[in-house]
């Protein structure tokens, strides 16, 4: 059964507008959560994370969002703009649950067109 | 500069034979981990080691062997007992086991003819 739940395997944007890919998850231990963003043939690199004892954490444009209680998180990017274009994977860890290792989406494809 | 390095980038292999991926990083991470990534399926974890010597199975264990004798070196075997083994294969690691930031190879592409 999956923990961490991608629901849309893609997204497209036009260049300017804002990106918005959500993740849900099920396991209420995850109390770390991370996003990864990467190109085709490449490893993936990391873009933002946040702790479950915030509801938002910003870096530049890109912005995650925490609803604990919906099990819901949130990237956004604004603006978009087409070297945004790649996958994107949220993951999710329980640190104090023992060392497990990282639980990844299935990811989503955004396209940001120009 | 360090970072983490995986051999080859592209390997083709016959069917019925036995192949081994190399992953080596000079991050002096403890953590170490294979995942595989397939259209559709995201990245699923294959095996991963927090310590030397110690390595626990992944979500998708079968049909691979992995080693790690040393602190910088996690090659991950492709076995032919893997039953669709053409993928693409990243390799982690991380400064601790469980929640700690991974920092990814660039992967191997493995085609089985």
């Known amino acids: 059964d999956q923990q961490v739940k991608q629901n849309s395997p893609s997204l497209s944007v036009q260049e300017g507008r804002i990106s918005i890919l959500n993740c849900d998850y099920t396991?209420?231990?995850?109390?770390?959560f991370l996003w990864y963003k990467k190109y085709p043939a490449e490893g993936p690199t990391f873009l933002i994370s946040?702790?479950?004892?915030?509801d938002k954490n910003e870096d530049g444009r890109f912005t995650v969002f925490l609803n604990k209680s919906a099990k819901h998180l949130s990237l956004h990017i604004v603006p978009s703009q087409p070297g945004d274009s790649a996958v994107y994977f949220c993951a999710a860890s329980a640190p104090n649950s023992g060392n497990t290792p990282l639980v990844f989406g299935k990811g989503t494809r955004l396209s940001v067109i120009a | 500069d360090g970072g983490i390095t995986q051999s080859p980038k592209y390997l083709f292999r016959k069917e019925g034979q036995n192949v081994t991926l190399s992953c080596e990083q000079n991050?002096?991470?403890?953590?170490m981990y294979w995942y595989r990534q397939d259209p559709g399926q995201g990245l699923r974890l294959i095996y991963y080691?927090?310590?030397?010597?110690?390595?626990q199975k992944g979500d998708i264990a079968e049909g691979y062997s992995v080693s790690r004798e040393k602190k910088e070196s996690f090659p991950l075997t492709v076995t032919s007992a893997q039953k669709n083994p053409t993928a693409f294969y990243l390799c982690a690691s991380s400064i601790g086991g469980g929640s700690g930031e991974l920092f990814f190879g660039e992967g191997s592409r493995l085609t089985v003819l």
């Open positions: 080691s927090q310590i030397v010597n110690d390595f």
């Open positions: 991050l002096n991470h403890d953590a």
């Open positions: 396991n209420s231990m995850f109390d770390y």
């Open positions: 946040i702790s479950s004892i915030k």
